[in-house]
């Protein structure tokens, strides 16, 4: 959060054609690979990791840093109060419901080995 606030990009990106579902503590076992097809950019890493939150099924709201980020006036986490914009055909057209993003359950599971079936966030 801090270094965001000082650092202040100028885009962020999250680039999400392949999601993994799973974690990154062990190389031998990353997680499960799921087609997402989506590129998320914008000049608020908050709202970008918000919205990129939201598409990954969780609620930002419910997310420690996005909600921080939030009370501190760095950025929106409730994806209904962001501003969202499609390119559909060449054309940048904003989103009208937000239930039009396609949502995918992608979590963490930080007990993968013990219990596949334990997951956080969901």
């Not at 209904?80 to 419901?97: A, C, F, H, M, S």
Request: with cysteine; proline share 4%; glycine share 10%.
């Amino acid at each position: 959060l801090d270094n965001a606030d000082v650092i202040k990009p100028d885009i962020n990106i999250i680039e999400g054609i392949i999601g993994l579902d799973g974690e990154e503590l062990h190389r031998d076992q990353i997680g499960d690979a799921r087609l997402v097809n989506i590129i998320i950019a914008g000049c608020s890493p908050f709202e970008v990791d918000a919205v990129g939150s939201y598409i990954m099924g969780h609620d930002p709201r419910e997310i420690w840093y996005t909600r921080v980020a939030k009370e501190r006036g760095l950025g929106e986490c409730d994806v209904n109060k962001i501003d969202i914009y499609w390119i559909r055909d060449g054309e940048i057209v904003p989103l009208k419901n937000i239930s039009e993003i396609k949502r995918h359950s992608i979590g963490l599971n930080w007990a993968r080995k013990k219990d596949p079936d334990e997951r956080l966030f969901w």
